[in-house]
């Protein structure tokens, strides 16, 4: 004969219910001879075949593939801007040098050698941005789904070694002939809103080209 | 054996995005899902399984690998950004749901699965937390307990309570769909 109480055996009974197993042999003789508990019992098993239903119903749900993409293209953003550091103080040597350039290329009366019209505009932000083109046309592939830059808003671009894997995980598709190098490094400059994160990319270097 | 998450997270502090990727492939459907049956909304639940990814890479995370496991922390991030999600959008999760208001309602099949699941949102917020937890996204009493922040006993005492709740509340639809419905 069980000691056990209604409030012993509905704690039992729920668990049972909840694993989708049935009365123990005990229980079983409890339900019979119990109302409430009978009710109890067939309540949870009801219920839990509802609930089932219900998980179901969610199964196999997730995001969308576009949030997984925005979630690898800020992290991205992240990862150039914690570069930032050793870059702030690159600007004086870096100008210094081009200044020399500049210097030494005018006193030679030489032509000045083209410097790309993308990276020189940059404060134009990307709308004009080109798509994937060859020759004289190539330029600036925009991030999809980046924030547009705002009026006024600087940019500024940092040259960085990417590899296709990287390209796609921004959002960026490449031309099926350079889908196959994946995981070739080539060079890119990255444009950079203010906030640090990438805008527009553009390929500087292929290793097959 | 698989990567720990854990594992995951630290790589991904390192700037490695292949951890990151996945991280993501094996929580993301799961904190989905979690905040769809929770906020019973497709476009919240999609914003909130993204936000909870993207502070977790951001450089002052808040994620401590002797507090807890990063599976319970990313679900304890979720519920309460969906909490904070759903007052932004001028309704109390404990509010009453109506029966049109998300994804989850256009997949359920039955009428009495589609008044269970307004049931659950309609619980008071433990509650409803040690159902969605336990019974729909099938957690541990212990990871619930992780979760939510409070001892394994009160889960259990809760899970219990709430399920008295719904069953009534089933009962109830089964005698008077239309007053129960809604």
């Given at each position: 004969m069980s000691t056990k109480d209604c409030r012993q055996w509905q704690d039992e009974l729920v668990e049972r219910a909840r694993r989708g197993a049935g009365p123990s042999r005990s229980l079983r003789a409890h339900v019979s001879e119990c109302a409430r508990c009978e009710e109890q019992w067939e309540a949870e098993r009801t219920l839990n075949e509802e609930l089932r239903k219900l998980r179901m119903a969610s199964e196999g749900q997730r995001s969308g593939d576009v949030w997984r993409r925005r979630l690898m293209a800020e992290f991205a953003g992240l990862e150039l801007s914690s570069s930032r550091p050793l870059l702030r103080w690159a600007w004086i040597p870096a100008s210094a040098a081009l200044l020399v350039a500049a210097s030494v290329q005018i006193w030679l009366g030489m032509p000045a050698r083209d410097v790309p019209a993308k990276v020189a505009a940059q404060?134009?932000?990307?709308?004009s941005a080109v798509s994937f083109g060859t020759g004289e046309d190539s330029g600036f592939i925009p991030v999809p789904y980046a924030l547009p830059l705002a009026t006024g808003e600087s940019v500024r671009v940092v040259r960085r070694e990417l590899n296709g894997a990287e390209l796609v995980r921004m959002g960026i598709d490449l031309p099926g002939a350079f889908?196959?190098?994946?995981?070739d490094d080539f060079e890119a400059d990255v444009m950079l809103g203010e906030d640090d994160l990438p805008r527009a990319v553009q390929l500087v270097s292929y290793p097959e080209l | 054996m698989d990567t720990s998450d854990e594992e995951l997270y630290r790589r991904i502090r390192k700037g490695d995005r292949q951890a990151l990727a996945e991280l993501y492939e094996r929580r993301e459907p799961a904190l989905y899902r979690y905040a769809l049956q929770l906020s019973g909304n497709q476009a919240i639940a999609e914003e909130v399984a993204h936000e909870a990814f993207l502070q977790l890479i951001q450089?002052?995370?808040?994620?401590?690998?002797h507090r807890g496991s990063l599976q319970a922390y990313l679900y304890g991030t979720v519920r309460n950004l969906t909490r904070v999600a759903y007052r932004a959008r001028g309704?109390?999760?404990?509010?009453e749901a109506s029966?049109?208001?998300?994804v989850v309602q256009a997949l359920i099949d039955g009428e009495t699965t589609r008044a269970l699941s307004i049931a659950v949102r309609n619980l008071p917020s433990g509650y409803r937390d040690a159902v969605v937890l336990?019974?729909?996204?099938?957690?541990?009493y212990e990871d619930a307990a992780k979760v939510v922040g409070c001892p394994v006993g009160t889960i259990r005492s809760r899970l219990y309570r709430a399920r008295r709740l719904l069953a009534a509340k089933l009962k109830q639809y089964r005698l008077t769909p239309e007053k129960v419905a809604r």
């Amino acid at each position: 004969m069980s000691t056990k109480d209604c409030r012993q055996w509905q704690d039992e009974l729920v668990e049972r219910a909840r694993r989708g197993a049935g009365p123990s042999r005990s229980l079983r003789a409890h339900v019979s001879e119990c109302a409430r508990c009978e009710e109890q019992w067939e309540a949870e098993r009801t219920l839990n075949e509802e609930l089932r239903k219900l998980r179901m119903a969610s199964e196999g749900q997730r995001s969308g593939d576009v949030w997984r993409r925005r979630l690898m293209a800020e992290f991205a953003g992240l990862e150039l801007s914690s570069s930032r550091p050793l870059l702030r103080w690159a600007w004086i040597p870096a100008s210094a040098a081009l200044l020399v350039a500049a210097s030494v290329q005018i006193w030679l009366g030489m032509p000045a050698r083209d410097v790309p019209a993308k990276v020189a505009a940059q404060s134009e932000g990307v709308a004009s941005a080109v798509s994937f083109g060859t020759g004289e046309d190539s330029g600036f592939i925009p991030v999809p789904y980046a924030l547009p830059l705002a009026t006024g808003e600087s940019v500024r671009v940092v040259r960085r070694e990417l590899n296709g894997a990287e390209l796609v995980r921004m959002g960026i598709d490449l031309p099926g002939a350079f889908a196959a190098d994946l995981a070739d490094d080539f060079e890119a400059d990255v444009m950079l809103g203010e906030d640090d994160l990438p805008r527009a990319v553009q390929l500087v270097s292929y290793p097959e080209l | 054996m698989d990567t720990s998450d854990e594992e995951l997270y630290r790589r991904i502090r390192k700037g490695d995005r292949q951890a990151l990727a996945e991280l993501y492939e094996r929580r993301e459907p799961a904190l989905y899902r979690y905040a769809l049956q929770l906020s019973g909304n497709q476009a919240i639940a999609e914003e909130v399984a993204h936000e909870a990814f993207l502070q977790l890479i951001q450089p002052d995370a808040r994620y401590d690998a002797h507090r807890g496991s990063l599976q319970a922390y990313l679900y304890g991030t979720v519920r309460n950004l969906t909490r904070v999600a759903y007052r932004a959008r001028g309704a109390g999760i404990s509010g009453e749901a109506s029966v049109d208001d998300g994804v989850v309602q256009a997949l359920i099949d039955g009428e009495t699965t589609r008044a269970l699941s307004i049931a659950v949102r309609n619980l008071p917020s433990g509650y409803r937390d040690a159902v969605v937890l336990c019974d729909l996204e099938e957690r541990s009493y212990e990871d619930a307990a992780k979760v939510v922040g409070c001892p394994v006993g009160t889960i259990r005492s809760r899970l219990y309570r709430a399920r008295r709740l719904l069953a009534a509340k089933l009962k109830q639809y089964r005698l008077t769909p239309e007053k129960v419905a809604r």
